[in-house]
Structure formats: structure tokens, C-alpha cells
């Protein structure tokens, strides 16, 4: 990367050979670890975005992984030229020395490397947004307060403001994803394909699937493009959201009932698979505009403060990024979802929103004994899902194309609402309730392995919290070492860091089998009876 190479060839003259070779590795840190990091973003955000489309059998796996991987490196090279390296205002880097800095960086890509492949390697979904927001704060606040004195260094204001929307996003989700998924599922139930039925109904109800993936788009997908934002002011302000909105829908539900009325049952088959892939390649193109900074902004930064240090610590905020890096960047997220960690992170998230029957999942026995408990409250009551069933191409559905379509729309429109405010939320906290919420408002939880798919559920979201706290004491204590050790500290954390790593990976491996045989164990009792016997 020449950016990197001009860097290290432009290094200031050093007050000593120490303070050199430490400026060195911090480069090398910041170039390597950019693109190791921006493959751990694909392998665990990213591959969230296959999760609906995969989990209903429209795609298989791979070609999912492929068809959203275009989104994905089209809206990185649609993304903004200029990277924020000082993610939502989290903390303010020209309180700091470029020491200061550089350490800030250098700990956060050795943290954030480590813990979203730990995350991936027990199929895990995390937010790479939040592991970020947390890892600034916990390395921004180690140095500001414990060396400088100064509190402030952390927007505690802004960082209040980052969880509390991640929490509203996670209710806000789950409350929408449950009552449009119940309503779809009352007019159309499983008769996805009927055509009197879709003639009926697939008209307003796909307009507002279409809707709200429009509105999405304008408002987070595509808001960085000239376009968009003269269509922005010269008809939604115009004219006002509301209007505007209903305008789309008519337009949208008209569209579609023409389809069907021309071509009958052809269309009926495909409406609802059609609705999901453009939700997956809608989510998938402005996941690549808009997530990119997590992965790039802190290499980047660095590399940039190295080569303009005497320009001051405020260079290394606002950064310039060329459309080739940006579609590399792209590239390289793509490439992570295709890795098996990938595959663990789809097909957990699957299964734990999925109506079969038997599912492959672990959970730690005090999340089954909590699931246990909750499904003693619950009245029975009919299973609205479809029954399970095995596709042509032998593979069971955890998901019907309704279902799909529901998740990946309202997951875009809060997105989207959210963004229309300035709330930071993640793109993985909000798919993954939507799969859960619309799971409810199906009754999965009324057939088969109801307590493991509640217990994994209880896991994750707890999960998720461990790793905001992870994140930030990590980062606190790699920052204070790296700062006061020099390259000794950087040696040290990379050190660890591929330590951890492959201990996650063997304790992942062996749960992953563990998990396979106690699925073979529950689906053939019989063969496991007669061993005893034996």
C-alpha cells in the first residue's frame, strides 16, 4: 500500500533511536492489522447480511455471500472520501500527544482483531460499530485520565448517546420486526405463492416492504451521492416525508400488481424471494458506505499522523482516502465473509430464529435454566410458521421468503429512522432482533428445541454487553502499555493477541463438535440408546 510505504519513508527525525523504532511498528501495526481488521469486520458484521436470505433457502450460502459482496464493495467505493477516525465523537484526539495517539490506535486494532475473531469463532454476531465506539473510549480514557488528567478527553455526553440508541434500536426493532411479521402472516399465512392471495394482498404489503428499503437507502445507503441529496431538497423537503412516503407506496403497490396480474403464478412464486435479495443488496451496499470507517479509521489514522506529525494531532481526524483503497477495503470485507468463522456467525443467527424443529446451538446452562423458566409463562397457542420442510435441494428452510423479506425491510427502515436523527446503531444488534422478534411473532418458540433457540438468544444479547466491557478495559490496558513500553508494549500486545487467538480457536473447534454430536444425539436418541446398552 503506498501510503503506508510513504509513511515509513517520510518518518520526522526522532529524539532518540527508541522513540524511532517505535514510530516504525506503530506503521507496521497500522498496516497490517487495517487489512487483518477489515476481514474480521466481514467475517462477523458482514456476514449478517446473508443471514435472512440464506436462512429462507432463496440463495445458497455462497452465492448469497457473492450477490451481497457486490453491494458491499459498490457501496465502499460510493462511501465518503473523507474517513472519521474519531468515531461518533467518542473522544477528542487533539487533547493528545501523537505518542498518545498513535498508542490509541495501535491498542485498538490489537483488541478489536482479537475479540471479533473470538466473537466469530463461537458463531457469535457483535457489532463492529459498538466494539469500536468502546475500544476508543476504554484506550482514549486510560490515557487522558490516568496521564494527563483531563476527563474530558471522553465525550461522556456522545458515549451515553451511543448505548442508549443501541438499546433503543434493539426494542424499537423487535416491537416493528413483531407486528408487521404478525400481520403479514395473518393475510397471507404460508400461501406465499398463491396468487389469488397475492392478488389480494402482495400489492400494499410489498409496497411496504418497498417503501421502507427506498427510504432506507436515501436516507443511509446512498446519502453521500449528489443525487440523493438534490433529490433530498428539491422533493422530500418540498413536499414533506409523509407525503412522500405514501407517494412511494401507491407507486410501489400499483408496480406490483401489475406483475401479477401479467404474469400470474410466475410472479407469485418470485415476489417475496425478489423482495428479500434487493433488502440483502440494500442492507449490503450501505453496510460498505457506512461501516467502512470501523475497519480503515484507525489505520488509517495512524499512517496519516506518522506522515504529517508536524502538521498536529488534528490531521489524523478527517482523513483523505482514494477510491482504489476504499474499494479494496471492500474487497477484503468480502473476503471475510467467505471464511468458516463466516459461515458459524450465518448459521448460529439462523438457527436461532429458525421454525425447524432440531437445531444445532449451544448456550451456557444458566441461559437454558433462564429460557426454562420463561417458557413456563407462555400460553400455548397455535404455531402461525409454516411447517419445516426439506427443499429440492435436500437443505431444511428456517425461514420462509415472507419472513425474509420482513426481517431485512423493517431492519432497514429503522435503520434508516434511526440515521435520520444522527443515532449511531448497528446493522448486526438490529438483524438480529428483527430474526428473533419476527421468530415470536411466528411462535417458534412453541415447537422443538424452544428453550436452546430462547437460551442462545438470552446468550447473545448478553454477549453483547461483555463485549462493550471487554472492549474497554482491553483497550484501557493495551494503550497504558504500549504507551509506556514503546515497540516492547506493541511486541507484547500483538504477542497476546495471537495467543488468545488460538486458543478461541481450539475451545471454538472442540464446542463446534461438542455442539454437532449433542444434535446427532437429540435427532437419532435410538443409536445412542443401544451404545448404552451396549
Known sequence: MPVALLALQQLPPAADSHEGIFWIGAAIVALTMLVWDTIEVGRNDAANLVNAVFGARILTRQVAVYVAGIGVVLGAIASSPVVDTARKGIFDPTMLTVEMALSVYVAVYIVDTVLLYGYSAFGMPVSTTACLVFELLGASFALGALELGAFDVVSWPTAGKV???????????G??????????????QDRTTNLAVLLAHGGWLGGIMLTGLTYFMLV????????VKHLHEDVVEAYGSPLVLVALWAGYAAIIHAFLVFFGKAAARRMFPVLAVIGMLAMAFAFGQNDLANCASPGLAALHLIQHSDEGIAIATKLPIPVWALGGCGILLVLGMTTQNAQRVTKATVHAGSMAHL???????????????LLLLRRRRPVLAPLPHITSAGKRMH???LRASVILSVSASVIATASGFGLPVSTTYVAFAAVVATGLADRIFQRGDAELKLARTIWVVFSWFTAAAIATVCAGAVC???????????VLGVTVNLTVRQVLKKRADAQEL??????RERKYPEDYAEEDEG
Open 163 to 173: 448505548i442508549s440508541a443501541i438499546i433503543c434500536s434493539i426494542l424499537f426493532t
Open 175 to 188: 416491537i416493528a420486526a413483531f407486528l408487521v411479521q404478525r400481520m403479514a402472516r395473518q393475510v397471507i
Open 220 to 227: 443511509k445507503g446512498m446519502k453521500q451521492t449528489p443525487f
Open 359 to 373: 437445531v444445532r446451538l449451544w448456550a451456557p446452562r444458566w441461559c437454558i435454566r433462564l429460557s426454562r423458566l
Open 399 to 401: 425461514y420462509d421468503a
Open 480 to 490: 497504558l502499555a504500549v504507551y509506556h513500553a514503546g515497540i516492547i508494549g506493541i
Open 514 to 519: 461438542r455442539v454437532r454430536e449433542a444434535t
